[in-house]
């Protein structure tokens, strides 16, 4: 059962349709999933910078004379509660007597401070500081490493702040770093906050301790500001304010983006070229339909003919009369002639597929070609006919098979003369040119027809295409001629051309 054109292209489009929305979907989400990983990889990148300005910090304090101290972080259990808890311990080593106890307790929003004055602080040459601060955390999983080791890492940092303070020209250093390697070399801004305030204290405020960035950066509007708070309590942290980086997710997804553009380019062409080929195939069944029925009215008019020319001669005495019967017998002989030329030209057209098909080239004189073609067509055409043969120079000889050669001339001299108007009037121009470092012979056929319309030349070479003449049909053929010329024509080695206006005539080249 054939399926209808309309369903097949319905078809071919609403699957062309789901390819594009799917791969739409698909390339959408893997651009939030890049955009999200990104900004992890910005948050964990400001979280080792941290890390790493903390061991520069440790490392500096190895070489310290004046102050020791030691930084310890625990965690466990305490009243059926988890907790970490930051120590730390400072001892100097100077004869400057300051010593003082900071107990932050263990309070999830809150810390309270007791603080020893200085004239209560003990006088003697190694003074000491302690200072305890701590946090109840309350882990969603028990094994969320990630959050715990989080958590250690802020009770480090409590504690070592108390020996010494952040450097954040070393953390920016560290950050920008880490940042350009994830490709990420943009301009941006970074500052080091303490936040304070709150609850039974004064309103919150925050404090902007220290700021770096690339010089004369200004954020826009736009601007994404990515925080990282260091200690236990939240207090201090670090931001970094860049431009927004869908711009460098769309740069990286450059190669997918690339491949899926030029993948949906190809699907695309070859759904066209599917439906294109479909209706091809289609005008092409019609032409063939067309061609069948209108070949086999054609071959029943001239067996018609003959037989009932035979008939008189037979049945009725037409034979006695010498006069009736050299008639009769001549429109036998016409008609079989007719139906010879029929029969040949679709051989031709069967033939002409072939792989085994061979030409048999001569050196052929184009004028003794030329001249009976013309008579023979005179002769049979019902309209006055006037054909004038220019040739240049005399003698002009081709090399090519006589009886294709043959039958392309005499098809271009036949659609001059049956696309003419009441009188045909034709010019036929034989000259040698050079293309290349080859000389090839040229021959027009012009005539004062009906002409052909611009949009129709590029067809009239199918096989089985007629140009549409409307309501008339005076005009027989079985668009066969032109294609059978241009293949004959291109089995030499030449090529055909077509010049026309309508209603002004027309004017077939060929060079072989």
């Not at 012979?441 to 004062?448: K, M, N, W, Y």
């Amino acid at each position: 059962m054939k399926l209808p054109l309309k369903y097949i292209a319905i078809l071919v489009i609403a699957s062309l349709t789901g390819i594009f929305v799917y791969q739409a979907y698909w390339l959408t989400d893997l651009y939030h999933t890049m955009y999200g990983q990104m900004e992890r990889s910005i948050s964990e990148a400001m979280r080792i910078s941290d890390y790493n300005e903390m061991m520069v910090r440790v490392n500096k304090l190895k070489n310290d004379t004046v102050k020791e101290g030691t930084v310890s972080v625990s965690t466990g259990y305490e009243n059926d509660k988890p907790y970490v808890r930051s120590h730390a311990n400072i001892t100097y080593t100077d004869t400057t007597q300051i010593s003082g106890t900071e107990d932050l307790g263990n309070t999830v929003t809150e810390a309270t401070e007791d603080t020893i004055s200085e004239d209560e602080a003990p006088n003697s040459e190694n003074s000491m500081m302690h200072v305890n601060e701590g946090v109840n955390v309350i882990l969603s999983k028990q094994n969320d490493m990630q959050k715990l080791t989080n958590y250690f890492q802020r009770g480090l940092h409590s504690g070592l702040d108390i020996i010494s303070d952040p450097d954040l020209a070393i953390y920016d250093s560290l950050l920008i770093s880490l940042l350009r390697e994830q490709g990420l070399d943009v301009p941006y801004r970074l500052e080091y906050l303490y936040t304070g305030g709150g609850k039974d204290r004064a309103l919150p405020f925050t404090d902007t301790l220290s700021v770096r960035g690339t010089e004369g950066y200004t954020p826009s509007v736009r601007a994404v500001q990515y925080d990282y708070a260091f200690n236990l309590h939240n207090s201090q942290h670090y931001r970094l304010t860049i431009e927004p980086i869908d711009m460098i997710v769309l740069r990286q997804m450059s190669g997918i983006l690339i491949t899926s553009f030029i993948i949906l380019v190809i699907l695309s062409f070859a759904f066209w070229f599917l439906i294109h080929t479909i209706l091809k195939q289609k005008t092409l069944e019609e032409m063939k339909s067309d061609f069948t029925n209108n070949i086999t009215h054609e071959l029943k008019t001239p067996i018609a003919v003959a037989y009932a020319a035979n008939d008189a001669l037979l049945n009725f005495s037409q034979a006695e009369e010498k006069a009736q019967r050299d008639k009769y017998l001549n429109i036998c002989q016409e008609q079989l002639q007719r139906l010879s030329g029929l029969v040949e030209q679709i051989l031709s057209m069967s033939m002409e597929r072939r792989k085994t098909l061979c030409l048999y080239p001569e050196e052929l004189h184009i004028q003794e070609i030329l001249e009976p073609l013309i008579e023979q067509h005179k002769l049979k055409a019902d309209k006055p006919v006037r054909i004038s043969v220019d040739i240049n120079p005399d003698g002009m000889t081709v090399l090519a098979d006589r009886t294709h050669f043959s039958n392309i001339l005499s098809n271009l001299i036949d659609n001059a003369i049956k696309y003419s108007h009441e009188k045909a009037e034709i010019d036929i121009h034989c000259r040698t040119v050079r293309t290349g470092t080859n000389e090839q012979a040229e021959i027009s056929v012009t005539d004062q027809g009906i002409g052909i319309a611009l949009e129709k030349q590029r067809h009239i070479f199918d096989k089985f295409y007629r140009v549409p003449t409307g309501n008339l049909h005076d005009v027989k053929g079985y668009g066969l001629g032109l294609f059978y010329v241009k293949t004959m024509t291109e089995r030499h080695g030449g090529s055909v051309s077509v010049k026309s206006e309508t209603g002004k005539g027309s004017t077939f080249t060929i060079k072989i």
